[in-house]
């Protein structure tokens, strides 16, 4: 099972790719990064960007499952406003692709991934470098969010 995990958002797009084996009990990460759309486009060039984005990384790594994060409340409305749109694009990308989709609320990602449901990104990234035997430390928090969501998916549902 291809697992891609994505931490959506209009300026930085998080996204990580892994493998897992269920008759090996194997992980392996595949693929992550940052989709970032330049900051002067318009909303519809940037939402566009990720979708083609995403499309193009379901087609390179034949991507059987789409996990990620579900909406949060927000003291900005502007900024879940833009969360939605991306996620909006990420979900349409991967049902065009039939891939089976899946959504987590960011305190069930803490929780399975470090136990603690309250955890901060540092504790989150943590767990995600060890569990996949990566250092993403010079990665922005997307692309380890986005990982989380991944091994969520795969400890939830694998």
């Given at each position: 099972m291809i697992v891609l995990g994505v931490d959506p958002g209009i300026n930085n797009t998080g996204y990580g790719i892994i493998k897992y084996d269920s008759k090996k009990n194997l992980l392996e990460t595949v693929d992550y990064g940052v989709i970032s759309p330049k900051?002067?486009?318009?909303?519809?060039?940037?939402?566009?960007?990720?979708?083609?984005?995403?499309?193009?990384?379901?087609?390179?790594?034949?991507?059987?499952?789409?996990?990620?994060?579900?909406?949060?409340?927000?003291?900005?409305?502007?900024?879940?406003?833009?969360?939605?749109?991306?996620?909006?694009?990420?979900i349409l990308a991967g049902y065009k692709k039939g891939l089976d989709i899946f959504e987590y609320s960011p305190k069930e990602v803490k929780k399975v991934i470090t136990s603690y449901g309250g955890a901060l990104k540092s504790q989150v990234r943590y767990m995600v470098d060890t569990t996949l035997n990566i250092d993403t430390s010079k990665e922005k928090y997307d692309v380890s969010d986005a990982l989380a969501i991944a091994l969520c998916h795969v400890y939830r549902e694998g």
């Open positions: 900051r002067n486009w318009t909303t519809p060039k940037k939402l566009s960007f990720i979708y083609d984005s995403i499309l193009n990384k379901i087609d390179e790594f034949n991507v059987d499952v789409l996990s990620l994060e579900k909406s949060f409340y927000g003291k900005n409305v502007q900024v879940i406003i833009t969360m939605s749109q991306a996620r909006a694009i990420v």
